[in-house]
């Protein structure tokens, strides 16, 4: 853990992810949060030792503060009338196959933006703060996009700025390229921004090039990206890109479709792959904010997000999960992932056998384009 950080890591979540959510065939209707949850309680992972944090629910005067006034009244007014307006639907994207309006759905999105920065306010601390309820990175100002109605890591590093925080590092590694919280950003010269995703896949930005005003770094990824690349391009680019920008707190997007077996794209990471950066990115700063993003299948989802937070708080994985444990990944459904196609160990195992193998010339590519730029900067 880092040398300043003395306090336990805080998990917070809040019931609503289990009372509400997206319905019939959305890819994100799925037990996501609930499944976390179930298999850290299972396990012993939380309980009265690390137990979770109800997070708040953001109000108006909150969200004001990135999401425009027309926008919110129009997803209320959406949400009142249980669909929204064919002009709503146009300005705002709202009420569309990929954004639809469901109930509670303003409380779900206020309540992800209201515990990342919640979660702010503990790594503020000097602490690590665990919200994989968050991570909606495609919010915009003005309308929702890819599954994202709020963007609650663009609220999380807000706060850790209003909070004193001078150099914020975010650092994306959801298979999507992380544009909201680009954007946001995009030229401020406090907020580095650092994602990789996988190239060619929606929503098409965050070509290798593009700074986006200064600032950003991107690294677009070749689909069945494995272990061995992933940990390259950490120790080649983004750990060097993070610490040259000197950053005294650390935002990050995980994901979990970037995993092997997720439906929506195509990169093969396994989840000890994921843990192990993640872990090496909260040592870059004594305020570390963890956040969850996408992830479409329950099981690669459910088993790296619970396995995150026994990494994070030092707790043994067992080799093989006791009954109960096991009986929350059976009980998972998934219409997008077909039967044969479901490893028979994500119902009995945490932990994913590494995947590495080649490091493609692409990669190495990559890795000295932005190695370069990172230097050229450190000068
Ligand atoms: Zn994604």
């Given at each position: 853990?880092?040398a300043?950080?003395?306090?336990?890591?805080?998990?917070?979540?809040s019931?609503?992810?289990?009372?509400?959510?997206?319905?019939?065939?959305h890819?994100?209707?799925i037990?996501?949060?609930?499944?976390?949850?179930?298999l850290?309680?299972?396990?012993?992972?939380?309980?009265?030792?690390?137990?979770?944090?109800?997070s708040?629910?953001?109000?108006?005067?909150l969200?004001?503060?990135?999401?425009?006034?027309?926008?919110?009244?129009?997803?209320?007014?959406?949400?009142?009338?249980?669909?929204?307006?064919?002009?709503?639907?146009?300005?705002?994207?709202?009420?569309?196959?990929?954004?639809?309006?469901?109930?509670?759905?303003?409380?779900?999105?206020?309540?992800?933006?209201?515990?990342?920065?919640?979660a702010?306010?503990?790594?503020?601390?000097?602490?690590?703060?665990?919200h994989?309820?968050?991570?909606?990175?495609?919010?915009?100002?003005?309308?929702?996009s890819?599954?994202?109605?709020?963007?609650?890591?663009?609220?999380?590093?807000?706060?850790?700025?209003?909070?004193?925080r001078?150099?914020?590092?975010?650092?994306?590694?959801?298979?999507?390229?992380?544009?909201?919280?680009?954007?946001?950003?995009a030229?401020?010269?406090r907020?580095?921004?650092?994602s990789?995703?996988?190239?060619?896949?929606?929503?098409?930005?965050?070509l290798?090039?593009?700074?986006?005003?200064?600032?950003?770094?991107?690294?677009?990824?070749?689909?069945?990206?494995?272990?061995s690349?992933?940990?390259?391009?950490?120790?080649?680019?983004?750990?060097?890109l993070?610490?040259?920008?000197?950053?005294?707190?650390?935002?990050?997007?995980?994901?979990?479709?970037?995993?092997?077996?997720?439906?929506?794209?195509?990169?093969?990471?396994?989840?000890?792959?994921?843990?192990?950066?993640?872990?090496?990115?909260?040592?870059?700063?004594?305020a570390?904010?963890?956040?969850?993003?996408?992830?479409?299948?329950?099981?690669?989802?459910?088993?790296?997000?619970?396995?995150?937070?026994?990494?994070?708080?030092?707790?043994?994985?067992?080799?093989?999960?006791p009954?109960?444990?096991?009986?929350?990944?059976?009980?998972?459904?998934?219409?997008?992932?077909?039967?044969?196609?479901?490893?028979?160990?994500?119902?009995?195992?945490?932990?994913?056998?590494?995947?590495?193998?080649?490091?493609?010339?692409?990669i190495?590519?990559?890795?000295?384009?932005?190695?370069?730029?990172?230097?050229?900067?450190?000068?």
């Open positions: 853990m880092h300043e950080r003395a306090m336990r890591p805080v998990f917070i979540s019931p609503i992810y289990r009372a509400t959510g997206y319905a019939g065939n890819p994100l209707a037990p996501r949060i609930g499944t976390v949850e179930r850290c309680a299972g396990l012993g992972w939380t309980g009265p030792a690390h137990p979770i944090l109800d708040p629910k953001a109000d108006r005067a969200l004001l503060r990135f999401h425009s006034p027309d926008y919110l009244d129009a997803l209320q007014r959406a949400e009142r009338a249980g669909g929204a307006s064919a002009e709503d639907r146009a300005r705002h994207q709202l009420g569309t196959l990929e954004n639809p309006i469901f109930p509670g759905l303003w409380d779900r999105a206020a309540t992800s933006v209201g515990g990342s920065v919640l702010a306010e503990i790594a503020h601390q000097d602490r690590i703060a665990y994989p309820a968050g991570g909606t990175h495609h919010g915009r100002p003005d309308r929702a890819g599954f994202c109605y709020f963007n609650d890591p663009v609220f999380a590093i807000l706060r850790l700025l209003d909070l004193g001078r150099r914020v590092v975010y650092v994306d590694l959801d298979a999507h390229h992380g544009d909201g919280v680009e954007a946001a950003f030229g401020d010269p907020v580095r921004t650092i990789m995703h996988e190239a060619g896949r929606w929503p098409f930005t965050g290798a090039h593009d700074r986006a005003g200064g600032q950003a770094c991107n690294l677009p990824v070749p689909a069945h990206l494995n272990d690349e992933f940990d390259r391009l950490m120790q080649g680019a983004i750990l060097p993070a610490r040259a920008f000197h950053p005294d707190a650390v935002v990050i997007t995980m994901g979990a479709d970037a995993l092997r077996g997720d439906p929506l794209s195509r990169l093969d990471l396994s989840n000890v792959a994921l843990w192990q950066a993640v872990e090496a990115l909260v040592q870059l700063a004594p570390a904010v963890v956040l969850g993003g996408g992830g479409y299948n329950p099981w690669t989802l459910g088993r790296a997000w619970a396995g995150m937070w026994a990494r994070l708080t030092g707790q043994a994985i067992p080799d093989v999960l009954a109960g444990a096991q009986a929350v990944l059976a009980g998972l459904d998934c219409d997008l992932v077909e039967p044969e196609d479901r490893d028979p160990a994500w119902e009995t195992t945490i932990r994913d056998p590494r995947n590495d193998g080649p490091v493609r010339p692409e190495a590519a990559l890795v000295a384009r932005q190695r370069q730029a990172a230097l050229t900067e450190e000068v």
